[in-house]
């Protein structure tokens, strides 16, 4: 079922279904929606109790007047859960979704009995990417967000995938058309300002699972080489035939990891 409640001082779009004794929350990506991970979502088991959010400044939930940080996006997935009375849950963040589970993991450990991070990195943006945000913020803010998506989005994809996801595509950018603008720069604005979190992430003591596609430009296996170099004690697997949506382009291969590694 889809409902809205009150988390953090704002209203947040929640989709609940199954009443399992394993809580996982499923965490979406920068412009996209909870809808995303419809495909993913209906290979659990129907008992399985998932939860999944349209994070704060996208979709139909609201937003911080300034700023979306990783911990307010925390604080509203706490909030969430204290109402729901789930004492730990599985966290799987898409991209922009696993810096909030990491930050998530960084204030409330207790909360949390495993993360995934899906096409997500663990670390803060470095100078060059701040400017390259700084920018995209401007475009954001003199209407240019459909513009800057219809280059964005088909790029999360692999080349050999773009044909058989382009329904999901074309779904996303037409989502794009309802985002708030003013909630988007805030989103945009807390990416820019998380931490860093490869020495955090090297100690804890929470099964940490990163997911990558072969064929991601945003994170390419050089940097995926960097990830697994900076964090040896958390489990890396790499996804062939797949982009930055790998949880879209191959929900079956994510699916098997993921369960083998929460179970």
């Known amino acids: 079922m889809e409902y809205f409640v009150t988390c953090n001082r704002i209203p947040v779009h929640v989709s609940e279904t199954g009443n399992g004794d394993k809580t996982i929350v499923l965490l979406h990506g920068y412009l996209e929606t909870l809808y995303v991970w419809e495909d993913f979502r209906a290979l659990f088991p129907?008992?399985?109790?998932?939860?999944?959010?349209d994070l704060p400044g996208l979709g139909l939930s609201g937003s911080h007047p300034e700023i979306n940080t990783m911990q307010f996006d925390a604080k509203v997935l706490v909030d969430l859960l204290d109402r729901l009375s789930v004492e730990k849950a599985v966290i799987i963040g898409h991209s922009m979704g696993g810096y909030v589970g990491q930050r998530f993991l960084r204030d409330y450990p207790e909360r949390i009995e495993a993360l995934v991070n899906v096409n997500s990195i663990p670390y803060a943006d470095d100078p060059a990417r701040k400017n390259d945000r700084d920018k995209e913020i401007s475009f954001i803010l003199n209407g240019k967000l459909v513009q800057l998506a219809q280059i964005a989005v088909p790029n999360m994809y692999a080349k050999g995938n773009l044909r058989k996801c382009d329904e999901k595509?074309?779904?996303?950018?037409?989502?794009?058309?309802?985002h708030d603008p003013e909630g988007v720069a805030a989103v945009v604005r807390g990416l820019v300002c998380r931490d860093d979190n490869v020495q955090f992430l090297s100690s804890?003591?929470?099964?940490?699972?990163?997911?990558?596609?072969?064929?991601?430009?945003?994170t390419p296996l050089s940097a995926v080489e960097r990830v697994i170099s900076d964090l040896p004690s958390c489990k890396h697997v790499i996804v062939p035939g797949t982009g930055h949506n790998t949880h879209i382009e191959d929900p079956q291969s994510l699916y098997r990891h993921v369960s083998c590694f929460i179970n």
């Open 46 to 53: 129907e008992s399985s109790h998932i939860i999944s959010i």
């Open 169 to 178: 595509i074309m779904e996303t950018l037409e989502i794009c058309e309802t």
């Open 204 to 218: 804890t003591e929470v099964p940490v699972m990163f997911v990558y596609g072969d064929s991601d430009v945003y």
